[in-house]
């Protein structure tokens, strides 16, 4: 039988109810099912296995992430380069990659359990941290990576490149590097353009800049971007999809690339656009 995982918001007893229903339901189909310790509120049913987070992210075929965007990213993190579909409903704030709606929920699920299954494929890159010239970390992100200063909001400098090609020095408080997934997240707050999930670009979006001409910068993502810090306060991090934060110094550098593999994201019958006007109010006075 295929594995089902359930994943969600720790702490939540609207996650607990609603895992029991989606449980019992896969259970109905013939699935077996795992669940994250963390969301189970009483003694599991028969025929449910409890697990740690990494164990059901390990086992699962099919993963269902109740909670919102966090929560996503955090599995999607879990299931590192597993190919795995993501059916994510939204109970948390606003809610762009969990997609379902609490009341779709059961009935979308019915349908993709019984193999009646539309996904959509999302880009994530790969970061390396090289400091002095060796590797000391290496991440995925979904969303974006962020560099900034973390506390009392000062001007760093930070030289960017694509490809061996210098773009510039970027002096602002921060500079973002977005996959079209996270270019309706941060760096939609600080200016940057809505990219469609299928362009294939990354967006560099600069944190408030000394000079206003500097403005966010669309590249092709099948180059290599090199962020290198030239000059900082104290307190200057980089921080990947908002869940993962590394220290930087005066001369580090981030290599920035496509990673492999895509992330499988379970859609409903619905384009981009109306996702769009229903979360961003479009069209709304």
Same mark, same amino acid.
């Given at each position: ?8 918001? !720790? ?15 896969? /259970? ?12 189970? @509120? ?25 909670? %919102? $965007? ?6 999607? =993190? #879990?299931?590192?380069? =597993? +190919? ?10 606003? @809610?762009?990659?969990?997609?379902? +709606? ?12 019984? %193999? ?20 000391? !970390? ?19 400098? &930070? ?7 210098? &773009? ?13 997934? @996270? ?8 200016? %940057?353009? &809505? /990219? ?30 090199? /962020? ?5 306060? $104290? ?12 220290? /930087?110094?005066? @001369? $580090?550098? #981030? ?31």
């Amino acid at each position: 039988m295929a594995t089902l995982g359930i994943f969600g918001k !720790h702490g939540s007893q609207r996650v607990q109810e609603m895992a029991r229903l989606l449980t019992e339901q896969a /259970l109905a189909a013939g699935w077996q099912v795992m669940v994250e310790q963390q969301i189970v @509120g009483e003694p599991a049913a028969a025929g449910v296995s409890v697990a740690a987070p990494e164990s059901v992210a390990a086992a699962a075929e099919l993963a269902v992430v109740l909670g %919102g $965007d966090g929560t996503f990213i955090r599995v999607v =993190r #879990l299931l590192d380069e =597993r +190919t795995v579909p993501v059916f994510g409903v939204h109970m948390g704030a606003l @809610g762009y990659l969990t997609e379902f +709606t609490v009341d779709e929920a059961p009935a979308e699920l019915a349908r993709v359990l019984a %193999g009646d299954l539309h996904t959509e494929k999302r880009t994530r890159l790969r970061v390396r941290l090289l400091r002095q010239g060796r590797s000391q !970390h290496q991440s995925r992100v979904l969303n974006d990576v962020v560099v900034n200063v973390s506390g009392m909001s000062r001007i760093i400098e &930070i030289k960017a490149s694509l490809a061996g090609d210098r &773009i510039t020095t970027y002096r602002a408080d921060g500079l973002i590097v977005a996959t079209p997934t @996270g270019s309706t997240a941060y760096s939609l707050s600080a200016g %940057g353009p &809505i /990219l469609m999930p299928q362009v294939p670009a990354v967006v560099l979006t600069p944190i408030c800049p000394h000079t206003l001409t500097m403005r966010p910068l669309v590249l092709p993502d099948d180059a290599e971007i090199e /962020l290198e810090v030239v000059r900082s306060a $104290d307190g200057v991090q980089a921080t990947f999809d908002g869940q993962e934060v590394l220290p /930087l110094e005066p @001369g $580090d550098k #981030l290599l920035i690339d496509r990673a492999p593999g895509q992330v499988q994201l379970v859609c409903p019958p619905r384009d981009t656009f109306q996702i769009l006007r229903t979360k961003l109010k479009w069209g709304q006075r």
